[in-house]
């Protein structure tokens, strides 16, 4: 198993679903399992959730849901067969 690491800043759009695509620097083999987790000091209440779609041995979309535009940092962690 490998593991690939980061992490990416989310600008969203107030009160609505905002996804930002990561591409991995080297492709899987198969599809990865992802895990992110947001930096936010007002989850639950500013920052309603955040999640992984779209899974592919190339990448991955987040999509981020708040009430403002705040950019939001998030740190993703990949695990798979390269």
Do not use: C
């Amino acid at each position: 198993m490998t593991l690939l690491t980061g992490q990416t800043t989310i600008t969203p759009v107030p009160n609505e679903q905002t996804s930002k695509h990561v591409t991995f620097k080297t492709p899987f083999k198969s599809k990865p399992e992802v895990f992110i987790t947001p930096r936010s000091s007002v989850a639950g209440k500013v920052l309603l959730g955040v999640g992984v779609i779209g899974t592919t041995t190339n990448g991955f979309d987040i999509y981020v849901l708040r009430t403002n535009d705040t950019d939001t940092e998030i740190s993703w962690l990949a695990i798979g067969k390269m």
